[in-house]
């Protein structure tokens, strides 16, 4: 008995249908892969992604092995004392941003309309200027200390007590007060968003105006809470400045040490790796959070919010509680600086601080530039695209924004510095001569590294901007003739300008005030604000460089201002009528 497989045969079905796949294919690829757009978008991502990449290699294949000897003296130190320092900012920042947000929206009391914008103010400071204040005014020949021993006739430490500023709590408190306005501007937006019908409700039942808080608006405010308290976060490990001067062992602080003091590159990227789990961790732990939380309105119905109306003792601790952090996170600093820079200005201006300020402003003005057309081409090239694929590596371009800034001067300077040697490399043997520089340790590693780490603000802010315009005016657009390049001109470029100039001014300020990276890269004998600054109060020498703290912290308004215009356009909250609540008693 025998048995025979089936003989299969092709069909004029079956090649037209291959052929139409094959169509299909090659129509998606060309419309998606190959398109200029799209290319540019995956050429921009491999770019962002080098210097990730580059550490990661290193950490894995170093060329020289300091790891055990990191692990076996400094390793814990720097992964304890950096938690604890995240643990220290997370809570101070939540606390202060979440119970200011709550009474400046829901409560009135007095000055509760000028705590509307002001609370903002502290994000203009730079965590090192007003660790640099905050010391020269509380240490023990500051004005604080010599009032005290004035006062009580003391007449040496002995005498009494007083909590060392240069610590890990002084490093705590210090970020806390300039980091809280990441809390506070995203959780004064979820309130002002919240519905006003659970808010009457939580009122019928009889709950005043905490327990209204802790069981109806902070639930509904959590997730936002939580991405403020992340991005807080990420600058506490981002910062170097601060944790320096006050002699804090982290991450951050080992990086740079081990890469210039202690000569090592494979050191640095191996810490690098460490401190850039603590950022996957973070972003984790943001998104774990999100995940399946989510709150809806019950009702259409959007009317002004109902407010508690705080008297007596209520109302001046209110003002009190929101005064705090003001009084010690702006004014201080900026009324010290404005002292200073009044009296020392002629020792700033003799420290070539004209020039200093045309490095600083030469650098944001071409990063800003160059963030903002980058970001631009990418966000219109995830419009048109309408991939998965194009949207995941638009968003991993756009991580840099996440990784400390020790991180990516590591990443920067290992492909750069390999093409500097290439090109060494190759001058020796064509012309008998090396080359200098290049690439790396120039003004180019400089700003490619400005540009990798904050084309977050900008392809954030105008993905957003080119999301609110409908897709039917691109279709109108094409039906006329024109191509993507010339729709993108003359129908959204018009309609965009506005978040060109925010994305523009905010990487424009962040890069004025952008310290490791500065540092690490920057040209021998190449100052911007933020060193010339860091160098001088590193030298107790606040007073002459109080004008360029001055300048870096006049420049930081500007994103304040923005930010206040925009929070406020929320919900515009009119004094309440008959739905004012009564006094709590």
């Keep these: 008995m025998s048995s025979s497989l089936p003989h299969q045969t092709s069909s004029p079905e079956t090649g037209r249908w291959f052929g139409l796949c094959s169509s299909n294919i090659k129509s998606y690829l060309r419309k998606n892969v190959f398109n200029g757009w799209a290319l540019g978008t995956w050429v921009l991502a491999a770019l962002v992604a080098t210097p990730i990449i580059a550490v990661i290699a290193l950490a894995f294949a170093p060329s020289e092995d300091i790891w055990p000897h990191l692990a076996s003296t400094v390793l814990w130190k720097y992964i304890s004392t950096t938690l604890l320092l995240m643990t220290g900012v997370g809570f101070g920042t939540v606390v202060i941003g979440t119970a200011t947000a709550w009474l400046v929206t829901m409560c009135r009391f007095p000055g509760q309309k000028i705590f509307n914008w002001a609370l903002l103010l502290p994000l203009a400071v730079p965590a090192y200027v007003l660790a640099f204040v905050i010391t020269d005014q509380l240490e023990y020949a500051g004005l604080l200390q010599t009032a005290l021993r004035a006062i009580f006739e003391w007449n040496s430490p002995k005498d009494y007590w007083f909590p060392e500023i240069r610590s890990l709590g002084g490093a705590i408190t210090v970020m806390t007060l300039v980091l809280y306005p990441y809390v506070y501007l995203l959780a004064r937006a979820a309130f002002l968003e919240q519905s006003v019908c659970a808010l009457e409700v939580s009122r019928t039942l009889g709950h005043g105006p905490w327990s209204s808080f802790y069981k109806i608006a902070l639930p509904l405010a959590r997730p936002a809470i939580v991405v403020g308290v992340t991005l807080a976060l990420m600058e506490t490990l981002n910062d170097f400045g601060t944790v320096d001067f006050f002699a804090v062992n982290t991450f951050t602080a080992g990086i740079y040490d081990v890469w210039l003091n202690m000569n090592s590159r494979s050191g640095a990227a191996q810490l690098s790796t460490v401190l850039l789990l603590f950022v996957l961790v973070l972003i984790g732990l943001e998104r774990a959070h999100r995940h399946g939380r989510k709150f809806h309105h019950t009702t259409t119905k959007f009317q002004e919010l109902p407010s508690y109306l705080l008297q007596g003792a209520r109302a001046w601790a209110a003002f009190i509680f929101c005064l705090i952090p003001v009084l010690l996170g702006f004014i201080l600093p900026a009324a010290v600086l404005l002292n200073y820079a009044s009296i020392y200005y002629q020792d700033t201006l003799d420290a070539n601080y004209v020039t200093i300020v045309g490095n600083s402003l030469g650098l944001a003005g071409i990063s800003a530039v160059i963030s903002v057309t980058i970001g631009l081409f990418m966000a219109y090239g995830v419009r048109i695209s309408r991939t998965p694929l194009i949207k995941i590596a638009a968003r991993f371009a756009s991580i840099g924004y996440a990784i400390p800034g020790a991180i990516l001067a590591v990443g920067v300077m290992i492909p750069l510095g390999a093409v500097d040697q290439g090109l060494s490399n190759l001058f020796i043997d064509t012309f008998g001569f090396t080359s200098s520089l290049v690439l790396g340790s120039t003004v180019f590693a400089v700003i490619f590294a400005y540009s990798v780490r904050f084309l977050a603000l900008s392809f954030g802010t105008l993905e957003a901007s080119l999301g609110k315009i409908t897709n039917n005016m691109d279709g109108a657009a094409r039906t006329l003739g024109l191509t993507a390049g010339q729709t993108l001109k003359r129908v959204h470029f018009p309609l965009v300008r506005g978040s060109l100039l925010t994305a523009g001014l905010l990487v424009f300020v962040d890069v004025m005030k952008e310290l490791p990276l500065t540092l690490i890269l920057r040209p021998f004998n190449f100052d911007t604000l933020a060193t010339f ?15 360029g703290a001055l300048t870096i912290v006049a420049a930081g ?21 008959e739905m004012q609540m009564k006094p709590n008693p």
Aim: charged fraction near 20%; avoid cysteine.
């Design 533 to 547: 600054v860091y160098q001088y109060a590193s030298d107790e020498l606040l007073e002459e460089s109080a004008l």
């Design 557 to 577: 308004i500007i994103p304040v201002i923005l930010l206040t215009w925009r929070i406020v356009q929320t919900r515009t909250v009119r004094a309440p009528t």
